[in-house]
């Protein structure tokens, strides 16, 4: 029972009130985010639905961050749209069950940790990404559909309306905390411009022009397609990319809750449960997901900070799909574009414009291409990769830079190297220029004091620079080799050949190392 309790954060301090009406706010701003997902994957609008509610209540009961909000995706729908046309939907919810699995093996394993190589800057570009992504999503709710079957902006009373309502919804939701925090803002706003639109009968778009949403409890189904080789070859590969976009956005967005909550979550944890969410939503006729920035950080701004906001949300999202389609559908979109809208000035890191100049450029950079790459081609997989390739790239340069050597001759005629930075494959160029074999005396010490040999390439350095001396004639001695070094070298005892000096006396790298 004690488990059971905490499972549910209700041994902990939860202002209940703030987690319902947050998880309520939630749940009215997942709706037609799932069912614009599922249409861009060209599924159903209930896939999406059944997808956030699975995903969402699984994550939020047994998830690493208390407070965040998993569910359909347009990271997930743009990866699956291809299989959706080529094979159906059957295969997006083998691939989805394959993805979860995964995804747990990720969790499993421990790679989440891995996440901390992401850095700050590819971070902002991710997040201020996203933020121009959900604004330009936005902007299709000022769209109707044409005579011609084609999206055509709104004109007249119709477009100044819909302006009216989307400006009142955000003024709302700026201005009511600053009143007071009964209440969220978010879902004060949707109610009024609700009840305004209703009441006074306007003609502006709502839910229910975009799809239905009457459905039943998600129906339990196994994947419909062949066992055979085949078939995983086809599932496989998409599996892994939804199982690599979901981690990637998921542990990304925990970190950016983490870092507005001044807590921290577990990644491992959440690898787990988005494992878990998924195998289970493609048994239950779901689309799939990860987390969601947007409706996390509605979410956090509402004031939740505990499991049961998550809850709230997934079960009413059920609750909207079984009993209250009639009411939800009345909703206007104008409420929710209005809060979306919010969202992405929230969730852009305004703090980042000012960077420019003050950053290295190499940090600039990588923040606009991720940006740029999220924006313009939907993979956000991609655009982290990219980032951390080049950040990655750009740390091996300048730290390929700092090597340097200081050299002097000692009364007994022993010329000694004291190298300073780090030796590893991008700095074995500059650091066997630092040796002039030719004009050296017969005894050289080469002092790692102040350095350190990083990889497999500064070993061979080592290597190829003692053979240069032993082929002039001349001994070269290696002196203050880390453990970490002598312990490389162990593992490459049958491919090197050096001296090195330890205690005051020599020893064949051939040798075992005193390693304590």
Request: charged share 15%.
């Amino acid at each position: 029972m004690d488990s059971v309790i905490k499972l549910f954060d209700l041994s902990q301090k939860v202002n209940y009130k703030t987690e319902i009406l947050s998880g309520l706010t939630v749940a009215l701003a997942l709706v037609p985010e799932a069912i614009a997902f599922a249409m861009i994957a060209g599924l159903s609008p209930l896939t999406g639905l059944y997808a956030a509610f699975s995903v969402g209540l699984i994550t939020s009961i047994l998830g690493g961050r208390p407070g965040m909000i998993s569910g359909a995706t347009g990271a997930v729908a743009v990866v699956i749209v291809a299989l959706a046309k080529s094979h159906g939907v059957e295969y997006i919810f083998a691939a989805v069950v394959l993805a979860g699995i995964i995804q747990m093996l990720a969790g499993i394993f421990r790679l989440g940790k891995f996440i901390r190589l992401v850095p700050h800057p590819v971070m902002f570009g991710f997040v201020n990404g996203l933020a121009i992504v959900i604004f330009l999503a936005q902007l299709d709710q000022f769209k109707i559909m044409g005579d011609a079957g084609v999206l055509q902006w709104m004109t007249g009373m119709q477009m100044y309306s819909m302006l009216a309502l989307v400006l009142l919804t955000m003024l709302i939701i700026w201005g009511l905390p600053k009143i007071t925090k009964v209440v969220p803002a978010s879902l004060t706003a949707i109610i009024v411009i609700s009840a305004i639109a209703i009441g006074f009968g306007m003609d502006t778009k709502t839910v229910g022009d975009i799809a239905s949403i009457q459905g039943g409890f998600p129906p339990f189904h196994i994947p419909a397609i062949p066992f055979t080789f085949e078939a995983l070859s086809v599932v496989f590969p998409y599996a892994l990319i939804i199982a690599g976009v979901g981690l990637i956005e998921s542990l990304l967005t925990l970190n950016l809750i983490d870092e507005i909550t001044e807590t921290r979550g577990n990644g491992n944890k959440e690898c787990i449960a988005q494992g878990l969410a998924n195998f289970v939503t493609g048994l239950f006729s779901g689309m799939g997901g990860c987390a969601m920035i947007g409706q996390s950080l509605i979410n956090i701004s509402s004031g939740a900070r505990a499991r049961l906001s998550g809850i709230v949300a997934s079960l009413m999202l059920l609750v909207f799909i079984m009993f209250g389609a009639s009411i939800i559908e009345q909703l206007p979109m104008a409420a929710l574009t209005g809060l979306m809208i919010m969202v992405a000035i929230g969730t852009f890191e305004w703090a980042s414009l000012r960077s420019f100049g003050k950053m290295p450029v190499q940090d600039v950079i990588v923040m606009v291409l991720v940006s740029l790459i999220t924006v313009f081609l939907h993979n956000l997989a991609l655009a982290v990769l990219a980032g951390v390739i080049i950040s990655a790239l750009a740390f091996s340069w300048e730290n390929a830079k700092r090597i340097r050597a200081r050299k002097h001759t000692d009364e007994d005629g022993v010329k000694h190297y004291e190298i300073y930075g780090p030796l590893f494959f991008g700095s074995v160029t500059a650091f066997n220029d630092k040796f002039d074999v030719q004009e050296d005396p017969e005894n050289v010490i080469i002092d790692f004091y102040e350095s350190r040999v990083a990889d497999m390439s500064g070993i061979e350095a080592l290597n190829r620079i003692t053979h240069r001396y032993k082929a002039a004639g001349k001994t070269v001695q290696l002196k203050h080799l880390s453990t970490r070094c002598r312990k490389l070298l162990a593992k490459a005892d049958n491919i090197v050949d050096l001296n090195i000096i330890e205690g005051g006396k020599v020893k064949d790298s051939r040798s075992t190392f005193d390693l304590a």
